[in-house]
């Protein structure tokens, strides 16, 4: 089994910053996909980012060149820096990691991006 743990959400002004960050723990394969998904109230969960265990980053449309997805693989954790919040990022932001054929979720965090 996997564990997903995160943090950082929470409410800030537009054009303000915050980071997530989701810590994996349990049975954990070095080859892996992690990133996260936000879902607003009454719409589906969207992809926000992607990092691969290889490094390489995939993002929404909506959120490049404003939010950058890292990981530490030391500390099994990946993060996801959010600058230049718009309204429209508000959502509650799961963490994912797919590995040997599984997919597992965090609880999600909330952001909300309003003055």
């Known amino acids: 089994q996997v564990q997903l743990v995160e943090s950082g959400g929470g409410l800030v002004q537009p054009g303000g910053s915050l980071r997530l960050s989701c810590a994996a723990s349990?049975?954990?394969?070095?080859?892996?996909?992690m990133g996260w998904y936000r879902q607003a109230p009454g719409k589906q969960r969207d992809l926000v980012a992607t990092?691969?265990?290889?490094?390489?980053?995939n993002y929404a449309d909506s959120v490049k060149g404003r939010f950058t997805i890292s990981a530490d693989t030391a500390k099994n954790t990946v993060y996801l820096q959010m600058d230049s919040l718009k309204p429209e990022d508000t959502a509650v932001y799961y963490c994912?990691?797919?590995?040997?054929?599984?997919?597992?979720w965090g609880q999600g965090t909330q952001v909300t991006v309003s003055s």
């Open positions: 994912y990691r797919s590995q040997d054929g599984g997919s597992y």
């Open positions: 349990g049975r954990l394969f070095s080859i892996y996909n």
């Open positions: 990092i691969t265990y290889y490094s390489s980053r």
